[in-house]
């Protein structure tokens, strides 16, 4: 029996091994040169375990591996293809437990990463069409079940960093003092104002009496405003993003239940125990046909880095990204899909070899990612019809706190990446 009998349900509005609708949750439209669907957003960090990459091929992969390319390949796909239906076996079991749900998902998206990112990175050595359009599948599916933990994890980073924006964490004695002294001087400015004098809001101007009672406030104390418009700015996001985490679950299930993914799974456990590859490969040794391919991703990702500003990222608070350009994130974003395959294909050729410096690289770049899907969350919100002035105050100072975060993040990388250049 051949791969392709299983076969892979083949959609009309899909073609194989094309860039549309591969890249899992959406977050880099048209993804990197070499990326393809290689690798899918998995929300929120890095990947689970401390296998890293390398900083080279040369250094990490030394005399190369053992065996024929067979055998190298076809082992790698056969445990990631076993951890996948494992896994899966893991979420049906779950039943209503959420938490063990949601981990047997991380573990699915896991294994469905690198099994789809191997057959991309070499791709040469397999059958390419049943390989390309189980890469495409595999994006769909882990990026179909990735949406859900990326809202969750969203609106938990946004309730937090309110939190520490306002001081309601860290100073509650002081937020305390603060909110009785604005009741008790608002009170004895009321005092003294004459009731005939006293000013009515305004409603046909289309601010609200709570925007016009935080007016006066925000002028005189900013950090007052803050605090006043930082409740109802976490309401409306958590109600926004609980409506999309919604929403996500909804169609996860329905994934989960179409004959979509059950060809999907299908086409894995036939991999769990024949894998799609060429013939030449069992006469290939895997020290000469792997480790050029590896190269081949390694040198894709140091080109993509060589276009970042570095030089101005390398120093810290230099502003670059604090602008709401989301096209300045995208050439970010598709770094952090090459530095994914070149970690994946390191572990195929030398998973003892592994490079922690990569590693760190990679988990920048998904805080990178995680603060500017926060900051892009925040503007949205603040774009909402009719909300009062103090609470778009606190999106935009929220917003702001994201950049930074994005400028942060992309300093870090820099400087783990500069770390490994040669130094003369």
Sequence with gaps: MTPGGAGVAQRHDQPIGGPAGLLGAGYEPGGAPGARAAVVDGPYGADDEASGGAPGTDSALGAGPAGTAE???AGYLHRQSAEF???LRLHRESGPDAEGAGEAARQLRRAARRISATLHTFRPLTEEAWADQLLAELGWLSGTLAREQACEARRERLMAALQRLTGRGE?????????????????????????????APSVSSG???EASAAAPTSEADPDAALSAGAARAGALLDRQL????????SAALQALGSSRFHA????????????????????LPAAEALPPLAEQAHRRLTEAVAALPLSRAGYPYNAEALTADHRQDAPWHQVRLLVRLSRYAQEVLAPEGADPRLLEAACALERHRDAAEAA???AAAARTPRIAPATAYALGVLHADQR??????????????LSRAPRG
């Design 71 to 73: 055998e190298v390949l």
């Design 85 to 87: 239906l494992r896994s």
């Design 171 to 199: 100073r509650p004695e002081r937020s305390a003092r603060g909110e009785r002294g604005g009741r008790g001087e608002r009170a004895r400015r009321t005092d003294r104002t004459p009731a005939g004098q006293r000013p």
């Design 207 to 209: 601010t609200s009496p």
């Design 242 to 249: 609980t409506l999309a985490r919604t929403r996500a679950h």
């Design 264 to 283: 999907v799974a299908d086409a894995v456990a036939v991999l769990a125990s024949e894998a799609p590859l060429a013939r030449t490969t069992a006469e």
């Design 376 to 378: 892009a969350a925040a």
């Design 404 to 417: 930074h975060q994005v400028e942060a993040a992309r300093f870090a990388f820099g400087r783990v990446w």
